[in-house]
């Protein structure tokens, strides 16, 4: 059975959250037309996604909902 340590659930965090940390920065500037701004506001915002999202991950990875074991072929 697959099971995700901390460490790999903190990788992806940080990685998912680099990526959403500058294309809110990007989208902000757009809609505001500060720098400053944007990023102060992404920062916010990501900070508390980030310790939300490791905790999803976590709660999800203790549930075998859409999970199956198949055991392997015979050859």
Known sequence: MFHEKHSRTIAKSVTW????FV???LVL??????WET????SVIIHSVKTVLYYFH???W???NFGQEIR???AV
């Open 17 to 20: 959250r680099l990526i959403a």
């Open 23 to 25: 294309s809110s920065i």
């Open 29 to 34: 500037y757009l809609l505001i037309g500060d």
């Open 38 to 41: 944007s990023f102060y506001h």
């Open 57 to 59: 991950e976590r709660i």
């Open 61 to 63: 990875n203790s549930s």
């Open 71 to 73: 055991k392997p072929k």
